[in-house]
């Protein structure tokens, strides 16, 4: 069945740092995939999608490109601020999912001042 | 636009206690689900709502659980008898359809549910 792997946390690094949260996953068919992400206290919300091979999704300075040859999704940020501090989460969605959101175990991202 | 709605935000309950959460969904939104959140854990669907009707509730532990959306707009959640397992955040989302590029879910704030 279709899964989603995710980096484990938590990642810790320093303001300005660059970010990395690796994303892989195994899927039959050809899925959409998101990143959402999850501050303290709230909930989920969508930070990019791509919906097909090549495509990069981006949101307030965050990136991923849909690779379809390495199945990955990885998210990146150039410089991080400790508002970025959060759970974030991978998901695919597709037909073998009836359309439902397949989601990683989130990687909770630390950022120091 | 109003995002989804959801209430309580806490609830603390002793095991084999009775309990309920409500949702309000986006305004339009046919599709409505429902997620446990265990700590450290993605979200785990319980049931998936099209209308009034359920389209998938394969992951809801009939035996404790129920939810129900009569009208097609809102919907509860119930767990009766709550076990200690059951502690974790419920999460309802709702998407504008089920399919392809409508499907994209916005989420409440959740419920925090502690089970003593």
Not at chain 2, 4 to 13: G, H, L, N, T, W
Not at chain 2, 88 to 94: F, G, N, Q, T
Not at chain 2, 95 to 113: I, K
């Amino acid at each position: 069945g279709n899964s989603v792997t995710q980096m484990e946390g938590p990642v810790t690094l320093s303001e300005e740092a660059f970010l990395t949260i690796n994303c892989t996953y195994t899927a039959t068919g050809y899925p959409s995939l998101f990143w959402y992400v999850q501050y303290p206290g709230e909930g989920l919300q969508l930070l990019l999608k791509a919906t097909k091979a090549d495509d990069k999704g981006s949101n307030k300075g965050f990136e991923a490109t849909y690779r379809k040859e390495t199945t990955s999704f990885h998210l990146e940020k150039g410089s991080v601020q400790v508002s970025d501090s959060a759970v974030y989460f991978c998901a695919l969605s597709d037909l073998d999912s009836n359309y439902q959101l397949i989601w990683g175990a989130g990687t909770k991202l630390i950022i120091k001042p | 636009e109003a995002g989804v709605a959801q209430s309580p935000r806490y609830k603390i309950i002793e095991k084999r206690q009775s309990v309920a959460f409500w949702c309000n969904p986006i305004s339009g939104h046919a599709t409505l689900y429902w997620y446990q959140q265990i700590l450290g854990q993605g979200p785990k669907l319980l049931i998936q709502f099209q209308n009034n009707g359920v389209v998938d509730d394969s992951q809801l532990p009939k035996d404790r659980f129920s939810a129900e959306r009569l009208k097609g707009v809102d919907s509860t959640l119930k767990i009766q008898p709550a076990k200690l397992e059951d502690s974790a955040v419920y999460l309802c989302a709702s998407s504008l359809d089920r399919f392809g590029s409508y499907n994209e879910q916005f989420f409440g704030p959740g419920t925090r549910l502690t089970v003593l």
